[in-house]
């Protein structure tokens, strides 16, 4: 067991967390500062050296331009994918990018892909294990949301990769935390769980049947979560800063940050009490102070909350399930801890949600559960056994540019199919293979050219 | 054009009979060795034989599904990570399978056309061959729906049509929304109808499945007689499967 | 899905969009249907009673996109064609046209279809209109 040591790994937008089996329990490694989360914020120091977590936090509002957060967002995407990150987000591109090459991110006068600042990130979690077991560790379950899609998942293989990490699986988040829910609740039955995170949001409808967890359905959007909420609080801030100070901030990194900084202290205050203040100091002694209560809170966020509905409804129409018929709703990822999201959960799923789990925790404890699998399984995880499907659909491009499908969606996996195509011209020899995965989201933003006469009908096809 | 199913079953049971497993050479079961639980190299057989059952069409899905873990705990890849290279590939193999066959099977419209494409019926090839055969006698085609089916499919979609123009203008026509509700209700009692009907075409296939089983020789024209009925059902499924879901997309927004 | 050019500008432009009294003795309908995929479209076309030429064609199609091409590249094709020459265009003639792939072949067969139901349906008309026509003369 020494020799096979697998640690589990919640990557995460804004914090990320190693957890392993301890005898019959997961548990989180704390790191050197004693806290189970670190950070997922990565620095250049003044000697160029990589600071990352709570120490790189600073970095963000001292020097923004030799820090960075919220990479996940940036996993496995090209320049065209990220305009709208860009415009909230202070990433800064490298200067000398070309289109269909890998992204880079500048901090200080470096460049550095998503998957090398992921492993900087990693590095830091395969240390605080390593000096947690005093041994080396080499062999890790990361998890990845749900709906991730190829280029993203294979981003983050990248990133354990390139810190020295075999990952064995990539195990979607939800799916994680449903093990670790399972593993103490011993019940069949149907559960929900609702992951809103940092960055990402996933719903999953599983049938825990004897240890048997199968995924039934799932969905998302890889970019929903706490922070579209920060971005929306820093917006209105900074709107009320130019109007009542005549101050435009909007272009001084170090302002934002602070901006930041202090929305998420109230955003997070805001869920244990009825109001917050704002509280900023800028420069030249001047201070942007604003009283916000929940109340006014929750309008504003109403419409980032809602975004989820659409998904868990979707997930539920495929399960083929009604509300009532699901036993559980299980509550993941630090945004839920906000009170409005518990009551929108409380609604589409009719019952009060189970929160009794550390949302921030319970997917790295989830990844352990699975890792201890892997490496043979132990008493607590004796019959234990995942089976997760495809978040989107897979198929072949075929001539004139058609995706034909042929692996859909919700489909448990390893999944196979066989399909014959003929070539296109006599005498071809070559064929060229286009794999694709396609999901609701991106069929409604292909679908853009209905017909200006809504003469022939066109419906789009199951 | 038609091969039989019962007997590549049977080829099937006796190439595993007559393999050992490859690990400690007791007698092998099926994907898994009985003795020793190794995963077997995967053998080319359907998704009935898979799960050890006769090709019938009528079965109980929850004890399909207790198969399915079963067989799960056996092969899937994550509790054989620790196996060698070749145990690996094979369980990887083993278990795709498995979930292609659990999926098919356990619904009840894909587990019939999966029937219908063992014993060799091809759906699309059937209308082309029809348009080849108009084409070469100067005939026209016959067409593999009722006409009056088609009449309907087509006069529904035109007020289909109506409704999602008026949305579109802000217009409302109760009555016409009354006249697509009635004709809903009357599509979702005939999809249930077909459904029924397809079950009943089930019981003359199982039955001439038992039959064969029992040693007795069923004539060909029968078999095939008992495939084109539940093609025949398929297709004009397949009609009022669309209109039902256009349906309730045009309706939906409406209320 | 994503279409071919050709396709997407069938779909967007569909060339005789509508219909035609179907009582008329020079018109022919035909309504056909994929049972693969529950289409159904409806090709009319006029016919010149003297000269046999197709003077005039229309269509509905309720389908997918690539449905919907076919059948409009169908009524271009036969309008100033004779009944017989309509009667020469194959379905693998659209797929070229259309660069339509395999899994939406059915498309051109539905198209070839109607031209043909269009067409018997016509003749039909003319047959039994024939001794009709004697009488009168």
Not at chain 1, 301 to 308: A, E, G, Y
Not at chain 2, 202 to 224: C, F, H, N, T, Y
Request: proline share 5%.
């Amino acid at each position: 067991m020494t020799t096979d040591r697998i640690v589990g790994i919640d990557l995460g937008t804004t914090n990320s967390l190693v957890a392993f089996m301890q005898g019959e329990s997961p548990v989180v490694i704390p790191g050197e500062d004693g806290l189970n989360l670190v950070p997922s914020v990565v620095a250049l120091d003044e000697n160029n050296q990589p600071v990352i977590g709570s120490s790189a936090r600073r970095y963000l509002i001292e020097t923004p331009e030799r820090a960075v957060y919220s990479v996940k967002r940036l996993m496995g995407r090209g320049v065209e994918d990220v305009q709208e990150e860009l415009k909230l987000f202070p990433f800064r591109l490298a200067d000398d990018l070309q289109p269909g090459e890998v992204l880079r991110i500048k901090l200080g006068d470096k460049t550095f892909t998503p998957p090398e600042i992921s492993a900087l990130i990693l590095r830091q979690l395969k240390r605080n294990a390593e000096r947690h077991f005093g041994g080396p560790v080499s062999k890790a379950v990361i998890t990845v949301p749900a709906y991730f899609n190829d280029a993203q998942r294979q981003a983050t293989k990248d990133a354990g990769r390139i810190a020295g990490l075999e990952v064995l699986r990539l195990v979607n988040e939800p799916t994680a935390a449903s093990l670790a829910y399972g593993l103490d609740q011993k019940q069949n039955g149907i559960i929900a769980v609702y992951d809103l995170g940092g960055g990402t949001f996933d719903i999953s409808i599983l049938k825990l049947h004897d240890g048997i967890f199968e995924v039934i359905a799932t969905n998302g959007d890889t970019h929903l979560g706490g922070d579209d909420i920060d971005n929306l609080l820093i917006t209105i801030a900074l709107d009320d800063i130019r109007g009542d100070m005549n101050l435009d901030l909007r272009r001084n990194a170090e302002a934002v940050q602070a901006i930041r900084k202090s929305v998420i202290e109230a955003k997070i205050a805001l869920s244990s009490q009825a109001s917050a203040k704002l509280d900023v100091e800028l420069r030249g002694g001047r201070r942007y102070q604003r009283e916000v209560t929940r109340e006014q809170f929750e309008q504003l966020i109403q419409p980032i909350i809602d975004r989820t509905v659409g998904p868990c409804k979707q997930a539920m129409k495929d399960a083929g399930l009604k509300p009532e018929q699901i036993d559980e709703a299980v509550l993941v990822g630090g945004s839920t801890r906000i009170p409005k999201v518990r009551a929108l959960v409380k609604e589409l799923f009719q019952r009060e949600p189970h929160s009794d789990l550390n949302p921030d925790e319970v997917v790295a404890l989830g990844a352990a559960v699975q890792a201890n699998i892997l490496g043979g399984g132990s008493v607590a995880t004796e019959n234990m056994l995942l089976l997760d499907v495809t978040p989107l659909s897979l198929g072949i491009e075929v001539a004139g540019g058609v995706t034909d499908k042929i692996i859909l969606r919700n489909s448990t996996i390893p999944a196979s199919a066989t399909q014959f195509y003929t070539t296109q011209i006599d005498g071809q020899a070559n064929v060229a293979m286009c794999p694709r995965a396609s999901s609701a989201a991106a069929r409604k933003r292909k679908s853009k050219y209905s017909p200006a006469t809504a003469s022939p009908t066109s419906r789009s096809r199951a | 054009m038609s091969k039989s199913t019962v007997s590549t079953i049977a080829a099937a049971r006796t190439h595993d009979a007559a393999e050992s497993c490859w690990s400690c050479g007791a007698m092998r079961v099926a994907q898994f060795c009985g003795a020793c639980g190794k995963v077997q190299p995967p053998a080319p057989v359907d998704y009935f034989s898979f799960f050890g059952l006769p090709p019938k069409l009528n079965l109980d899905v929850a004890t399909l599904e207790k198969e399915f873990y079963e067989l799960s705990r056996k092969l899937h890849p994550d509790l054989n990570a620790r196996a060698g290279s070749k145990e690996q590939e094979w369980s990887l193999e083993q278990s795709s399978r498995l979930n292609d066959a659990y999926r098919t099977l356990k619904d009840p419209i894909k587990r019939t056309q999966y029937l219908l494409h063992l014993e060799g019926v091809q759906l699309e090839e059937q209308s082309k061959s029809a348009t080849e055969k108009a084409r070469a006698t100067g005939e026209v085609k016959k067409q593999i729906v009722p006409p009056d089916l088609l009449e309907e499919v087509f006069e529904l979609n035109m007020q289909l049509e109506e409704l999602r123009m008026e949305k579109k203008t802000g217009e409302d026509d109760p009555a016409l929304i009354a006249e697509i509700e009635k004709h809903k209700a009357a599509l979702e009692q005939k999809y249930e109808a077909l459904f029924q009907e397809l079950q009943s075409y089930w019981k003359s296939w199982d039955g001439l499945i038992e039959r064969e089983q029992a040693g007795q020789a069923v004539p060909a024209g029968e078999r095939k007689q008992a495939l084109d009925k539940m093609v025949d059902v398929l297709n004009r499924r397949n009609y009022i499967r669309n209109l039902v879901r256009d349906v309730n997309e045009a309706l939906e927004g409406s209320s | 899905m994503s279409y071919s050019d050709k396709v997407i500008d069938h779909y967007n432009h569909p060339r005789n969009v509508g219909s035609m009294d179907k009582s008329s003795p020079d018109v022919g309908t035909g309504l056909v249907g994929a049972p693969e995929c529950g289409d159904v479209m409806k090709l009319q076309i006029k016919v010149n009673r003297d000269t046999n030429v197709i003077e005039e064609a229309k269509f509905k199609t309720f389908g997918c996109g690539s449905a919907i091409a076919s059948s409009s590249l169908a009524t271009e094709w036969v309008k100033g064609k004779t009944v017989d020459e309509a009667l020469t265009i194959k379905n693998m003639d659209i797929v070229k046209e259309l660069s339509l792939p395999p899994v939406k072949i059915h498309c051109s067969v539905l198209a070839e279809d109607a031209i043909r139901a269009a067409i018997g349906d016509w003749k039909k008309k003319q047959e039994s209109a024939k001794p009709v026509a004697a009488e009168a003369k």
